[in-house]
């Protein structure tokens, strides 16, 4: 196969195209397919290489945290203290070590889940309409494109009707660009202006056609761009410059305090400069969370995972938080909230309601009418109206095979319903299509609510037209009877619209069908065809409301989140749903449909979302400004969509959610999380993790933060009081980046607790660090753990002879024995607060403790720590420790539990 240039291509008629890729109408066959990919490759473009896994992890060297700690690492070599500047440096290492190794592992998964959903693309091979991987394809493949479609290769246009492609992503041009078969004139064109070309990367915006790829990969107009493009640096998410807030302001606490006490330890208690210096460092040191950030994305990472087992694909780790503080979504109907496994259940022709029995989109079934075989002079009526079904229609009804074991549907649902009901009314349908071939199609776009297709009958040209009944009716002249078209009077009308509201207030979708034997030389475009047609009738679909969507809503309500229904369907349809889903209860709701939303002021359409709302017959357009006002509002909005229309609000929602099964290429491509089932009750599960991960940060926060206080202490006490000093550095070090660390991380997999959804949403401006928090870490349980701490210090000078008022031993092996007790309180007591953390206000007796295995691996852990810092000589005379007696394991033994028990009776008086 010759390779041909853009221009070259594009000058070429339709014949000289099939002919220069050696492909033809009916596509390649199987045989050729793998030889071609076998000579050009896959059509995927290689990512662009982003930074060395040595210099990501050099970065994690050179963070705020990591600067502080190294500062003080010199200084302690400056001062002559090369142990404990050795011990600092040890700490940079392991947290950089650790965090690299988590956010490595954050990212592998957050791409793994990525490859769950990959881009797919329809062709025509071995003669049939096949849905195939798009990096599967390969140059001489005939592409099929619709609405909604993302393009995967470069292709020369061989059919268009309507066709219109957003090239803004190569252009930068937000106007879709009309597409032709033909192109006339290319002197003053560049590649991407040409008409008859499609580019990879870009978005079907509406109208179908067919084209045959050129160029696939890196030789794509778009691989050429992005081969040589540089990689653009991503803004930090929210939560990312709510951590760096929130390091700086540690930070800030951190210098400050140790600044102060340097300041009275050596002017005021009188210590040497050196001594004041050691001081210093310690209170530093103490109050830097050095393992902050590598918990914070163990428990992005953990959510993240956590979700895609709840089947709603995560894009972007922040995403996960984001979630959690949505207080309004607004949600589609269809395949949303209802199954999206549409069957017509009735049909209404010439004054008579057939039944149609069968559900899904098996062809088992049969067309009645009162349990009576149809009128024989409705047979004639009944097959124009099942035809028109089947020849508007861009579905495939798709026989079950080893891949698919039941009946399923390429295509629109809808559709797919309108063929299951011809091929249950008798018309064989791969015969229909092809005896009467299609010379033109008007795709349906939502502002007139209609489709039509041209095609030859008889010789005939007949417009086939399907869509809204309200729309349909009002270009229909007549109406179909037993003699043939009659004239549609005002009476017959009115039977139809009672008709279509009989339907809609049963919570159907209902569509109507109507046709027109065009005269010679019509011109086929939408003024042309759709006028004069001939009303055929409504079928009524049911699309029931998926099982468990109730109980989703209702943990909604529960959880103050409003759920907001903007649908396309008409208003009673909508209304009757609604209902049933319990998404509106009252007598006073409105119902708004896109016209009158369109006369309505942004402050009446904000005064109308504050009561019960639903929008139905919504134009593109209505939800995003639906959106743009629940904001301005003060709300979070997650917003749910599946086509092309909808990526405007998928981006302007705080949380834009695409469907997986249904959606479109540029829906997903524009979301942040992508729901792999299409189902509500996912979205709100993905809401309840969102929860879960903002809280439990906030409980790692509050863990972390409660061991500063008795850090700090003895630093104080030794300053203020001349008492020998009863925690050294190191073993502050030994409690931040070593025994705390397991249970902190147990806390970051924290399941959701009981009532997250009965709670608020957060507020927007809340931070994770917030008053309440600070005064719970700082103020109850650190104190209550530096009381521990330092009652354990003096209980050994006591049990050596010690009284109040004599002098104390600085050193010696009292001494020694006093600072291991003191450290030991210290994670003792924090073993109790790893149980008191895991809810502000839940009682641990409803949690359970064996609920999170990991809190208790955690305390293992710690404690194996503990033991070991105590009694292995190595680490003990390093860390400054001495073995511990009997007496002294039975008074730490009552730590744990005396904390808990304070913790318990708060959270009663707080409940």
Not at 787 to 795: D, E, I, N, Q, R
Request: proline share 6%.
């Amino acid at each position: 196969m010759t390779q041909h240039l853009p221009q070259q291509i594009a000058m070429l008629g339709i014949e000289g195209v099939y002919k220069a890729h050696s492909t033809r109408p009916e596509g390649l066959t199987t045989e050729e397919v793998h030889a071609r990919q076998s000579q050009f490759g896959l059509n995927s473009i290689p990512e662009a290489p982003g930074p060395s896994l040595v210099l990501r992890f050099l970065k994690q060297l050179v963070h705020f945290f990591a600067l502080l700690l190294w500062i003080g690492g010199f200084l302690a070599f400056v001062a002559g203290m090369p142990e404990l500047g050795s011990a600092i440096i040890a700490v940079i290492l392991i947290n950089a070590v650790f965090s690299f190794f988590q956010e490595y592992r954050a990212e592998r998964a957050v791409a793994a889940l990525r490859r769950l959903l990959p881009a797919k693309a329809k062709v025509r091979r071995n003669g049939e309409v096949v849905e195939v991987l798009a990096e599967s394809l390969v140059p001489g493949d005939v592409l099929l494109l619709s609405e909604g479609d993302q393009v995967s290769a470069d292709a020369r246009l061989v059919e268009a009707y309507d066709l219109q492609v957003d090239q803004s992503v190569l252009t930068g041009e937000s106007r879709p660009a009309g597409k032709v078969i033909n192109e006339h004139e290319l002197d003053h064109l560049s590649t991407l202006e040409v008409h008859n070309l499609v580019f990879g990367g870009t978005l079907v915006a509406s109208g179908v056609g067919e084209a045959v790829v050129y160029a696939i990969g890196r030789d794509t107009q778009f691989g050429q761009i992005l081969h040589s493009s540089q990689t653009i640096q991503q803004l930090p998410s929210t939560l990312q410059q709510e951590l760096q807030r929130l390091t700086r302001w540690i930070a800030a606490i951190a210098i400050a305090l140790g600044t102060v006490f340097f300041l009275l330890s050596a002017f005021i208690a009188g210590l040497s400069p050196g001594t004041a210096f050691i001081f210093t460092l310690g209170m530093v040191v103490a109050n830097v969370p050095e393992g902050l950030l590598p918990t914070v994305t163990l428990a992005l990472a953990v959510g993240v995972q956590t979700m895609a087992r709840r089947n709603a694909i995560v894009k972007h780790l922040s995403a996960v938080e984001s979630m959690g503080s949505t207080t309004v979504i607004c949600s589609d109907k269809t395949g949303t909230l209802t199954e999206n496994q549409m069957s017509v259940s009735q049909l209404y022709i010439g004054g008579q309601t057939l039944q149609v029995t069968g559900a899904g989109y098996d062809p088992t079934g049969k067309v009645f009418a009162d349990d009576l075989p149809v009128d024989f002079t409705w047979s004639d009526g009944l097959h124009r109206l099942l035809r028109c079904a089947t020849l508007c229609n861009n579905a495939r009804h798709l026989p079950p095979s080893e891949e698919r074991p039941v009946w399923s549907v390429m295509g629109d649902p809808t559709e797919g319903a309108l063929l299951v009901v011809a091929s249950k009314g008798g018309l064989a349908l791969e015969k229909e299509l092809l005896e009467y071939p299609r010379v033109r199609e008007l795709p349906f776009d939502p502002g007139r609510k209609r489709m039509a297709s041209v095609r030859v009958e008889d010789g005939h040209q007949v417009a086939y037209v399907k869509g809204a009944p309200l729309e349909v009716l009002s270009v229909c002249k007549y109406e179909e009877t037993q003699h043939g078209p009659a004239p549609l009077d005002e009476a017959g009308r009115q039977r139809v619209h009672d008709q279509n509201d009989t339907f809609a207030t049963q919570g159907l979708r209902v569509l109507a069908l109507a046709y027109r034997i065009l005269p010679p030389d019509t011109g086929l475009t939408i003024r042309g065809v759709e006028r004069e047609l001939v009303f055929l009738g409504l079928a009524a679909m049911e699309d029931p409301p998926r099982p468990e969507v109730p109980e989703a809503i209702s943990r909604c309500q529960k959880a103050g989140i409003r759920v907001i229904m903007i649908t396309g369907d008409y208003t009673l349809t909508a209304e009757a749903i609604a209902r049933r889903l319990d998404l509106v209860q009252g007598e006073n709701v409105s119902t708004i449909t896109g016209t009158e939303l369109s006369q309505l002021s942004d402050r009446e359409l904000e005064s109308a979302l504050g009561g019960e709302v639903i929008f139905a017959r919504a134009a593109p357009g209505d939800k995003l400004r639906i959106v743009e006002a629940l904001q301005r509002m003060g709300h979070v909005v997650t917003v749910t969509g599946d086509g092309v229309n909808d990526v405007p609000a998928l981006k302007r929602g705080d949380v834009g959610v695409a469907m997986g099964l249904s959606g479109t290429d540029a829906a997903r491509e524009a979301a942040d999380i992508v729901v792999a089932d299409d189902n509500f009750a996912s979205i709100v599960g993905a809401i309840e993790e969102g929860r879960s991960v903002y809280h439990n940060i906030r409980k790692f926060f509050t863990y972390i933060l409660a061991s500063n206080i008795p850090e700090i202490v003895p630093f104080a006490i030794f300053a203020l009081f001349r008492s020998p000093l009863a925690l050294t550095v190191l073993q502050i070090l030994a409690v931040d980046l070593g025994t705390d660390m397991a249970p902190a991380l147990a806390l970051g997999v924290e399941r959701p607790e009981p009532g997250v959804m009965d709670r608020p949403p957060r507020r927007a401006a809340e931070h994770i660090l917030d008053v309440p928090t600070l005064l719970r870490a700082y103020a109850f349980l650190g104190v209550l753990e530096a009381a521990f701490a330092m009652s354990g210090f003096f209980f050994v000078y006591w049990m050596g002879g010690w009284r109040p008022g004599e002098a104390m031993a600085g050193s010696g092996p009292l001494y020694q024995q006093a600072t291991t007790l003191t450290f030991a309180a210290i994670v003792m007591g924090q073993v109790g607060n790893v149980f008191a953390c895991r809810s502000p206000t839940e009682s641990i007796r409803r949690l359970g403790f064996t609920s999170n295995p990991a809190v208790l691996l955690g305390i293992g852990a710690e404690l194996g720590l503990l033991l070991a810092l105590v009694y292995l000589p190595p680490l003990a005379a390093i860390f400054g420790t001495a073995p511990l007696g009997l007496q002294h394991w039975l008074v730490l033994a009552a730590f744990p539990p005396m904390l808990l028990s304070f913790d318990e009776a708060r959270k009663a008086l707080v409940r």
